[in-house]
């Protein structure tokens, strides 16, 4: 697809339940990105990769939180025991990022996460 | 610590009408500057960005100015339209690719 693919679009889940949400990058952008919007709120960054390297994990807010990016294009976020503070919608944005320059962030429509 | 602050954090006005919104940034080293808008249940999209040698750019009814040395930036709209309520998101750029400072954003409502 020509945009950034986010799936699914809406979770609803019981709280203590694990979910996955899936990012599908546009391709040949080696950036992508990962952001939580409560709302009202701005973007809470998550983590980050950036082609092979380690992934910048610092903005996961607990240990019940984890991303993989499998073959530098897609890219899922796990969450484990599901809280209902962890409702929210979950973002992805992917960039073409040259030479450690930030580019513009193509952003997916999102995944509202309700957690009963 | 990178902070960006937007004002004001939401905005009433009506069809046809100017308006400016506010970012205002401590953010170093400083890359670039992006203004977003994002419509309600979508993701933020790009409308212009500003670097460091940058004063003003234009994009259709969308004007955006930056002072490097105050650290401010501007969103002007120009003739609004019921389609320009949306929020509102400035986003600073540091010298590598994670580092992004998102503001609050601002909400637009445009009323016929």
């Known amino acids: 697809g020509a945009g950034v693919s986010q799936s699914p679009s809406n979770k609803v889940t019981e709280k203590g339940k694990d979910v996955e949400l899936r990012c599908d990058p546009i391709?040949?952008?080696?950036?992508l990105y990962w952001y939580r919007q409560s709302l009202g709120q701005g973007l809470e960054f998550l983590i980050y990769?950036?082609?092979?390297?380690?992934?910048?994990k610092s903005g996961l807010p607990s240990d019940r939180f984890s991303a993989e990016r499998t073959g530098g294009s897609v890219s899922t976020l796990t969450i484990q025991r599901t809280q209902q503070e962890d409702s929210a919608v979950y973002l992805c944005?992917?960039?073409?990022?040259?030479?450690?320059?930030?580019?513009?962030?193509?952003f997916g429509e999102g995944s509202r996460l309700t957690v009963l | 610590k990178n902070q960006v602050e937007q004002s004001p954090q939401s905005l009433i006005i009506l069809e046809g009408k100017n308006c400016t919104l506010q970012?205002?940034?401590?953010?170093?080293?400083?890359?670039?500057l992006r203004w977003y808008k994002q419509d309600t249940g979508r993701g933020p999209v790009s409308l212009t960005i500003?670097?460091?040698?940058?004063n003003t750019k234009s994009n259709g009814r969308y004007t955006a100015t930056l002072d490097a040395d105050t650290k401010q930036s501007s969103l002007h709209i120009t003739a609004s339209q019921l389609s320009d309520s949306a929020s509102y998101i400035c986003?600073?750029?540091?010298?590598?690719?994670?580092?992004?400072?998102f503001g609050s954003g601002t909400q637009l409502t445009v009323l016929p």
């Open positions: 391709s040949g952008h080696t950036a």
């Open positions: 970012c205002n940034y401590t953010v170093s080293p400083f890359s670039n």
């Open positions: 500003m670097t460091f040698s940058e």
């Open positions: 990769f950036q082609g092979n390297s380690a992934p910048d």
């Open positions: 986003v600073v750029s540091g010298g590598s690719a994670r580092q992004l400072t």
């Open positions: 944005a992917s960039t073409i990022s040259p030479s450690g320059k930030t580019g513009e962030l193509f």
